[in-house]
């Protein structure tokens, strides 16, 4: 959407601006080839040679063609004689130039009739020009640096805007975002309402005494839409919008950000009533003393300065403070309490609801075909933010393009799906036929296991075909519902699903690859954080054993905040226990694959023919193939 600002000019103007600025930043990119050109004609114009038509001889030739009656006239200064010749040389100019070495010159030409006069003393027209030229050089490069700088071209004058605020301000009709734009954040939505409702009518919003919050903190993670609503409150509110990111407040000069958050809040006071945004907080707002000694006093005074304009935030004045961050834990507790930040607003990634909502919004923009199911998009998007359901559809559209689709089907979809989870298809990476097996083995354990362990899950689709940077196949597991708990049973079923494929190279080929580093690593986090942070673990009992203790209710400065040190005895435990978790889920993976040593066969040969299975061809494997009895004469033993 265009966003139109406050402050208006001509298009000329404009575009005369554009060209100066775009004519310094070329300045100011060849400085050094500027000064050397600034240096040869200073020095080519001050010998004038080239313009004067005049040839630099020795002085003993010069005494050579005085002898011969060569000399017409000449001009005697200090240092240097300038005549003409009676006869010009062959090859050679019509006048000449030469050091003065002899004192008794004067009597010399005087007996031979030849007329001279002393030089002027001042510099002459070639020298004048010259150094004028290199002036106006230098004051282009001046120029064209100040406005690198961002000093403008002002002059003096200009040097004392350097303190001035940023912000991006939009009028009324700059911003056309509204509440029906976002999608997914109904409870966030709801919070910032009111907020609207207060600028639209301050005096009836206040009939009981109330006042609007002082400052608004949005946080989530990154793209879930935090700037997208802070923008929308000013759309439905229809007033001035002050944007701005934290990181433009600190420079290079000590209390230049202390004086440009106060020019923005007297700014946004003179257009009350309005909106001050501040992307991305975190850059401003870090604990103080969060480094130990030292630290940063531009960011520390300008911190300083933000919190002295909440405390003396009027709500009457009409001027409301949105901020957004996705790392409100470093955040300083002075900037947090009540009185500053009144509330703080969860913009957390959607749940499958607000998935379809956000997809129903980006599917408006392009043409889809009829297969397209926004249900079963959503169902495959778990933890998707809204950036990331965004780009998806636009990733689907361009594919679509790509293959000339009249419309962007639901295969379009996959394929996308699949590119940002997976990453890039390499059909031109080739294995050989040892490689292929061992890969087709290890995803059909993975997919054997999960089918088997986890029925909150659906296995969508297993493939052999390489993608990304070292994924040499992939397997797509889709859950059938939200899940925001999960039990120690779940957490084991996981890590056994990681393990199946490495216990099918096991237990079909004789031997492992290192195709399964990814799953190792994953597994022994899973078991880790059941030991260390869930209390899961009978022998060490529930107590949180997680050394980085980020859990107290405002953020500390590292140096204040509490560390949990376990002895040696307790940490000797803990690796234990995780080896223990990790056996324990090898085992179980080494007993379900071996129950399904036919299937697991016969998918591996289906994969190495197809390269790629989905859900319906899986189901018809399990139901073709009936599950085997589990060998029982040889036992798979827990390694100590």
């Known amino acids: 959407m265009p966003r139109v600002k406050a402050a208006s000019a001509g298009v000329s103007t404009i575009g005369a601006v554009v060209r100066h600025r775009d004519l310094f930043e070329l300045s100011a990119r060849h400085v050094g080839w500027w000064l050397l050109g600034i240096v040869l004609l200073t020095l080519a114009l001050d010998s004038g040679q080239w313009w004067r038509d005049e040839q630099r001889i020795d002085y003993s030739e010069f005494?050579?063609?005085?002898?011969?009656?060569?000399?017409?006239?000449?001009?005697?200064?200090?240092?240097?004689?300038?005549?003409?010749?009676?006869?010009?040389?062959?090859?050679?100019?019509?006048?000449?130039?030469?050091?003065?070495?002899?004192?008794?010159?004067?009597?010399?030409?005087?007996?031979?009739?030849?007329?001279?006069?002393?030089?002027?003393?001042?510099?002459?027209?070639?020298?004048?020009?010259?150094?004028?030229?290199?002036?106006?050089?230098?004051?282009?490069?001046?120029?064209?640096?100040?406005?690198?700088?961002?000093?403008?071209?002002?002059?003096?004058?200009?040097?004392?805007?350097?303190?001035?605020?940023?912000?991006?301000?939009?009028?009324?009709?700059?911003?056309?975002?509204?509440?029906?734009?976002?999608?997914?954040?109904?409870?966030?939505?709801?919070?910032?309402?009111?907020?609207?409702?207060?600028l639209k009518d301050p005096k009836s919003h206040g009939r009981l005494g109330a006042h609007v919050p002082r400052g608004i903190l949005l946080v989530g993670p990154p793209g879930t839409g935090k700037t997208l609503l802070a923008r929308a409150v000013a759309g439905e509110a229809g007033v001035p919008f002050f944007s701005i990111n934290g990181s433009e407040f600190v420079e290079m000069f000590v209390g230049v950000g202390a004086a440009r958050v106060r020019d923005l809040f007297e700014q946004a006071r003179a257009k009350a009533p309005a909106i001050v945004f501040i992307d991305e907080i975190d850059a401003l707002g870090r604990a103080r003393g969060a480094f130990g000694l030292g630290g940063h006093d531009e960011k520390e005074q300008t911190l300083n300065q933000l919190l002295a304009e909440l405390d003396g935030f009027d709500p009457s004045s009409g001027v409301v403070l949105l901020a957004a961050t996705n790392r409100p834990e470093i955040l300083d507790p002075a900037l947090l309490r009540a009185g500053r930040f009144d509330r703080q607003v969860l913009v957390d990634r959607p749940d499958r609801r607000g998935r379809i909502q956000i997809l129903n919004v980006h599917l408006r923009r392009i043409r889809q075909a009829t297969d397209v199911s926004v249900d079963a998009l959503a169902a495959l998007t778990p933890g998707f933010s809204g950036a990331d359901l965004a780009?998806?559809?636009?990733?689907?559209?361009?594919?679509?393009?790509?293959?000339?689709?009249?419309?962007?089907?639901?295969?379009?979809?996959?394929?996308?799906?699949?590119?940002?989870?997976?990453?890039?298809e390499k059909r031109n990476r080739l294995l050989n036929a040892s490689e292929r097996k061992t890969v087709a083995y290890h995803e059909m354990g993975h997919a054997l296991a999960a089918m088997a362990l986890l029925p909150g899950e659906t296995v969508h689709k297993v493939s052999i075909i390489p993608r990304g940077v070292g994924a040499l196949g992939y397997t797509?597991?889709?859950?059938?519902?939200?899940?925001?708990?999960?039990?120690?049973?779940?957490?084991?079923?996981?890590?056994?699903?990681?393990?199946?494929?490495?216990?099918?190279?096991?237990?079909?080929?004789?031997?492992?690859?290192?195709?399964?580093?990814?799953?190792?690593?994953?597994?022994?986090?899973?078991?880790?954080?059941?030991?260390?942070?869930?209390?899961?673990?009978?022998?060490?009992?529930?107590?949180?054993?997680?050394?980085?203790?980020?859990?107290?209710?405002?953020?500390?400065?590292?140096?204040?905040?509490?560390?949990?040190?376990?002895?040696?005895?307790?940490?000797?435990?803990?690796?234990?226990?995780?080896?223990?978790?990790?056996?324990?889920?090898?085992?179980?993976?080494?007993?379900?694959?071996?129950?399904?040593?036919?299937?697991?066969?016969?998918?591996?040969?289906?994969?190495?023919?197809?390269e790629t299975l989905v859900y319906e061809e899986l189901r018809a494997l399990c139901e073709e193939i009936p599950r085997e009895a589990p060998d029982t004469e040889a036992p798979v033993a827990i390694r100590s």
């Open 63 to 198: 005494l050579q063609h005085l002898e011969s009656g060569n000399v017409s006239e000449l001009e005697i200064g200090e240092s240097l004689l300038r005549g003409r010749y009676v006869r010009t040389p062959d090859h050679g100019a019509p006048r000449f130039v030469t050091r003065r070495i002899d004192p008794l010159l004067a009597e010399r030409l005087a007996a031979r009739s030849v007329s001279f006069r002393a030089a002027p003393e001042a510099p002459g027209l070639g020298a004048l020009v010259a150094w004028m030229i290199g002036a106006a050089l230098i004051a282009i490069l001046w120029r064209a640096a100040a406005a690198r700088a961002g000093f403008g071209a002002g002059g003096a004058s200009s040097l004392l805007s350097i303190g001035r605020s940023r912000a991006k301000v939009y009028v009324e009709t700059g911003v056309r975002v509204s509440f029906e734009d976002v999608a997914g954040v109904d409870e966030a939505k709801e919070e910032l309402r009111e907020i609207v409702d207060f």
């Open 391 to 424: 780009n998806l559809v636009n990733e689907a559209a361009l594919l679509a393009t790509r293959r000339s689709h009249p419309a962007v089907s639901a295969d379009d979809f996959t394929a996308a799906l699949e590119r940002i989870v997976a990453g890039l």
């Open 476 to 610: 797509i597991q889709r859950p059938t519902e939200d899940r925001f708990l999960m039990t120690r049973t779940e957490l084991r079923n996981k890590m056994t699903v990681l393990l199946a494929g490495r216990a099918a190279e096991e237990l079909c080929l004789g031997d492992v690859s290192t195709g399964a580093a990814d799953d190792l690593l994953r597994a022994t986090r899973i078991a880790r954080s059941m030991i260390v942070q869930y209390g899961m673990d009978p022998t060490l009992g529930p107590q949180s054993l997680d050394m980085s203790d980020t859990t107290e209710p405002l953020p500390l400065p590292m140096a204040a905040r509490p560390t949990l040190q376990p002895s040696d005895a307790t940490v000797r435990e803990i690796d234990c226990a995780v080896r223990g978790l990790v056996e324990e889920a090898r085992v179980h993976s080494v007993q379900i694959l071996r129950e399904q040593r036919s299937r697991l066969e016969r998918g591996a040969s289906r994969l190495l023919e197809r």
